[in-house]
């Protein structure tokens, strides 16, 4: 580990040193590359230095005990800063296998959230908003702009389909535990007689995937334009700007009518499209996790779920952790990290685990 931490200080100062060149300066792709480069080493590094910083400081310590003769007074204090130095030492090293662990690489892109209502009917369809309203408030609070792509809106304000990107540094890297199926229990506004139901909604995460990233061939798509169009069936305009394009291999079919514009309509479709051909992909590279976008959102049943939102009890809890939090106003108003940070550092936990178990 130690080997490796030296190695990419190493390569950090032999970036620094490149970026002085002015042949560096003078290409702008691989003074891009070279400084984005730089930016990830950044965290290791500078934890990898603060380590050796402590480690230096008990060495310093022992030295000087081993002069300080009878003076025990000194001797305590020094034995003191060692033993400070080198707790400190320890968590700097616990930090550095957390920095090392291996990086997804889609974590500081932009993502593409996918809500559609599962069981419960209406109910259903109105917490798909309720959870397309958090997702974008949460979006906000960070300083990343949602975008909408797509929605199917039922009579009562629901959405029955809703698509949408968050664009942000970072954004899939949150995002990314939110897949799967999340269930309310509340009243609903269409139930007369006040009694509790159970609906679900069915929530998918995709990274952004860049032309880059994923080829496609234009005889490969069949693209349809139609009339954008609202809740009971009300037209937005009266041109037909809205784009369904269907990938003719795979079977896909993407749809945006957000925009006005045709063009802009396609462009985002066509975001979507790779993204979900991305995904494909990698399932196809990834045998063992063939069935992984399945297994993000099941079918919506009730039965399945990764975190319920309880209305009578202002509760919200994720079965993954087994988590529970009483702040469902909160949570339903954007205040997402609390939840997120939780999976976070259990999904970092695990990979310690399995880090440690492989070694």
């Given amino acids: 580990m130690i080997t490796k931490l030296e190695a990419l200080e190493a390569r950090y100062e032999e970036i620094a040193a490149l970026l002085c060149l002015p042949e560096t300066a ?3 792709e691989t003074c891009t590359r070279l400084m984005k480069e730089q930016k990830q080493l950044s965290p290791v590094v500078t934890k990898f230095r603060e380590y050796k910083a402590h ?23 020094l034995a003191e800063e060692a033993e400070a130095a080198k707790a400190a030492a320890d968590e700097d090293l616990q ?4 920095l ?51 929605a199917n809106e039922t009579g009562l304000g629901g959405f029955k389909e809703i698509s949408f990107m968050i664009n942000g540094d970072g954004a899939f ?6 897949s799967g199926v999340h269930r309310v229990q509340r009243i609903p506004v269409t139930e007369s007689n006040g009694k509790i139901q159970t609906s679900t909604v069915t929530v998918a995460v995709l990274p952004e995937a860049e032309e880059v990233d994923i080829k496609i061939n234009p005889a490969d798509l069949q693209i349809d334009t139609f009339r954008s169009s609202g809740a009971g069936g009300q ?19 993407v749809e945006c009518q957000d925009e006005r514009s045709q063009y802009k309509n396609k462009d985002k479709a066509m975001k ?18 063939s ?69």
């Fill in 291 to 359: 069935d992984q976008r399945k297994a993000q959102v099941g079918t919506g049943d009730r039965s399945e779920k990764i975190r319920t939102y309880n209305f009578p009890q202002s509760r919200v809890t994720d079965h993954r952790i087994g988590l529970t939090l009483y702040k469902l106003d909160s949570i339903l108003n954007g205040a997402l990290d609390e939840l997120i940070d939780a999976l976070i550092t259990h999904d970092t936990a695990e990979k310690l685990k399995n880090l440690s178990e492989s070694q």
């Fill in 26 to 28: 003078a290409d702008v």
């Fill in 173 to 178: 890297s949150r995002f990314k535990f939110e």
């Fill in 235 to 253: 037209h937005i305009n009266k041109t037909e700007s809205a784009i369904r394009i269907t990938h003719l291999p795979t079977g896909l079919v």
């Fill in 55 to 77: 480690l230096a400081a008990v060495q310093d310590a022992r030295d000087l005990t081993a002069d300080a003769g009878g003076d025990a007074e000194l001797k305590a204090m």
């Fill in 100 to 150: 090392l662990l291996p990086r997804d690489e889609n974590d500081d892109k932009n993502v593409i959230v996918e809500l559609r209502a599962g069981a419960g009917g209406e109910e259903s369809a109105l917490f798909a908003g309720d959870l397309f309203r958090m997702y974008s408030m949460y979006a906000e609070a960070r300083g990343w702009k949602p975008e909408l792509l797509y």
């Fill in 95 to 98: 930090a550095l296998k957390i």
């Fill in 272 to 289: 979507v499209l790779r993204s979900r051909l991305k995904q494909m992909e990698t399932q196809r590279q990834q045998a063992s996790l």
